[in-house]
């Protein structure tokens, strides 16, 4: 056979013609891929690589860059009751709760001291004496964080605030919270709309009376009692939380907290504070009140301290702080 006949014979391949639609459907997955790619290096650079700097808070520039300090994170942890509120909604709340949470995520050592919201504190900008959850409500989170950090003389990492109803919803999310009640808890207001009736014994609290347990301060201890209960649901709802049966409903609880919950913390180091809060109920976890007492010499009910009382309650459950001494040395 001639090379001419063989040409002839080979079948002749055609050119398939390039269809647009098909094109920009692939350009259109690329150019996704591409941005996801894009914001998702974006966001591991911004939050582990290179995460945003926030200003720490403390009562002077020795406590603000003391390496010693600062080698635990601070965070204030600010809770928010529109329900129990005189306020107006468009106007400043006080806070309903206020606690500082310490955490080592070098040891995994977590402390939580909580403060009463009838604190008599100084609150910068202001003369004579306030209640600490005023803070909040003249001057915002700065306002609050500030105004802590002078009273306890430590630095101020972070904030997290919080809305009741993320509490009720969390709550409800894992299950609720088997909790022995001390006594019998009744209260009501129909102005508040609260309704509060929790029996003596042990209880499966839900997020509605989970509320309510740790609201209550209607008997002779009134907002220090109510601060007890709080430290002891805390760690009964955390040994909760970071229980393997609720491993699964962990994207549900980060979705409550999208909404209720505002912070400046990124998320490294919430990863971190959450690695070391794991342990709760552990030995390396230890929890106080700030010291003091009842207070109405000026016709105001407070909470009053000494420079003494907040350093032992400090001491306690290990918290480190700048001292009187090393302030004068410095």
């Given at each position: 056979?001639?090379?001419?006949?063989?040409?002839?014979?080979?079948?002749?391949?055609?050119?398939?013609?390039?269809?647009?639609?098909?094109?920009?459907?692939?350009?259109?997955?690329?150019?996704?891929?591409?941005?996801?790619?894009?914001?998702?290096?974006?966001?591991?650079?911004?939050?582990?690589?290179?995460?945003?700097?926030?200003?720490?808070?403390?009562?002077?520039?020795?406590?603000?860059?003391?390496?010693?300090?600062?080698?635990?994170?601070?965070?204030l942890l600010l809770g928010i009751d529109?329900?129990?509120?005189?306020?107006?909604?468009?106007?400043?709340?006080?806070?309903?709760?206020?606690m500082l949470a310490s955490f080592d995520p070098g040891d995994n050592k977590v402390a939580l001291l909580s403060l009463p919201r009838d604190t008599k504190v100084q609150i910068p900008g202001r003369a004579g004496w306030d209640k600490l959850n005023a803070a909040y409500a003249y001057g915002g989170v700065m306002m609050a964080k500030q105004t802590v950090a002078n009273l306890l003389q430590v630095p101020i990492h972070y904030y997290v605030l919080v809305d009741w109803r993320a509490f009720i919803d969390v709550?409800?999310?894992?299950?609720?919270?088997?909790?022995?009640?001390?006594?019998?808890m009744y209260y009501e207001d129909p102005y508040a709309d609260l309704f509060i009736d929790i029996k003596h014994g042990y209880q499966h609290l839900d997020g509605k009376r989970a509320g309510e347990y740790v609201r209550f301060r209607k008997d002779e201890l009134?907002?220090?009692?109510?601060?007890?209960?709080?430290?002891?649901?805390?760690?009964?709802?955390?040994?909760?939380i970071f229980n393997i049966d609720t491993v699964t409903k962990i994207p549900a609880l980060f979705s409550t907290v999208d909404?209720?919950?505002?912070?400046?913390?990124?998320?490294?180091t919430m990863i971190k504070a959450a690695n070391s809060f794991k342990l709760f109920g552990d030995e390396k976890v230890k929890s106080g009140m700030l010291y003091g007492n009842f207070d109405d010499t000026e016709g105001i009910s407070y909470w009053a301290t000494s420079r003494e009382e907040v350093q032992k309650s400090l001491d306690e459950i290990g918290i480190p702080y700048m001292k009187d001494d090393e302030d004068e040395q410095e």
């Open positions: 056979m001639s090379v001419e006949e063989n040409r002839e014979i080979r079948p002749v391949r055609k050119k398939r013609k390039l269809r647009w639609g098909r094109l920009v459907f692939v350009l259109l997955v690329l150019a996704v891929l591409l941005t996801g790619a894009f914001w998702g290096t974006v966001w591991i650079y911004d939050n582990f690589i290179n995460p945003p700097k926030v200003d720490v808070v403390g009562a002077s520039d020795k406590i603000t860059q003391n390496e010693k300090l600062n080698k635990r994170i601070n965070i529109d329900g129990d509120s005189d306020a107006a909604p468009d106007e400043p709340k006080r806070t309903d709760a206020m709550i409800d999310l894992i299950g609720g919270v088997d909790l022995y009640v001390e006594k019998d009134g907002d220090i009692g109510r601060v007890q209960r709080q430290q002891k649901f805390m760690k009964a709802a955390a040994a909760q909404r209720h919950v505002e912070t400046d913390m990124n998320t490294l």
